[in-house]
């Protein structure tokens, strides 16, 4: 870290490009991981129920295979075909063989990875609690997206990101201390796992689903369970008002499911960068604490 004191531009400019690279990533793993894990559930019904004959694809099919194709004319995506949101740019959105159109979605996640460690590079200084904060940025950008296509929080990811939080804790790389986190952690998971158990007692319905504890159980370990009564309330008041506009457009009946994961994910990260900040004026300015 010693030559960032020269040149302390150089982070910034690494977060943005490494930020740009791994969001190229993050759309392989938004893509791929649920159908990994479909083929996963496949192969082990199959296994468990061999009678029913479960359809199963056998081909190999993972993060790295097969090579990135399109939809459409199934063309192989080449190296240059591939550079973060320039390709996408010089390509007009467009296939290079058939020209069919490409999500603008690519760019805009690859776009919004670089903004967000960005972001984090300049409210934290240089250090491997800023690095590991990125990271924690990039699995939150993951799990907000495979959650608003699949209504699905992976364990491959909430799980690791959870350790994570507690392991940073124990080497002394957070500044969350390892009872926090290790409270935090029991405190995320326990109070949603409480109120989905309340709920579906009065109501005899599933109001969320497990991936939800871990996820917040996750964001107590990184945070500490100080911060989690804000994640919580932010959370429910973000998705309260979002869903409320989604049903509108969309023209839906509040019986409509919707994802709670991206509100979790959102006010995990804001709170990592802010939320002390705000909850020490929300307590100077308005209860004068």
Known sequence: MAVLDYYPWLYPLFAVIFGLLVGSFLNVVIYRLPIMMERQWRQECQ???????????????????????????????????????????????????CKAPISKRYPAIELLTAAMSLTVS??????????????????????????????????????????TGILLSVAGISPVS?????????????????????????????????????LLAALGAWLGWQLLPFV??????????????????????NQTPFSFGPYLAIAGWIAMLWGTPIIDWYLTSYLGM
């Open 47 to 97: 296994e468990c129920f061999p009678e029913i004959n479960a359809e199963q694809n056998d081909s190999v099919f993972n993060l790295s295979v097969p090579r990135s194709r399109c939809p459409h004319c199934n063309h192989a995506i080449s190296a240059l075909e591939n550079i973060p949101v320039i390709s996408w740019l010089v390509l007009g959105g467009k296939c290079k063989e």
């Open 122 to 163: 300049l409210m934290l200084p240089p250090s491997w609690w800023s690095l590991a904060v990125i990271f924690f940025t990039f699995a939150l950008i993951a799990l907000t997206f495979i959650d608003i296509d699949k209504m699905l929080l992976p364990d491959q990811i909430t799980l690791p990101l959870m350790w």
């Open 178 to 214: 390892l009872t926090d986190s290790v409270i935090g952690a029991m405190a995320g998971y326990l109070s949603l796992w409480s109120v989905f158990w309340v709920f579906k007692l009065l109501t005899k319905k599933d109001g969320m689903g497990y991936g939800d504890f871990k």
């Open 232 to 253: 919580v309330l932010l959370s429910s008041l973000v998705g309260a008002l979002c869903g409320l506009v989604l049903l509108k457009m969309q023209d839906a009946d």
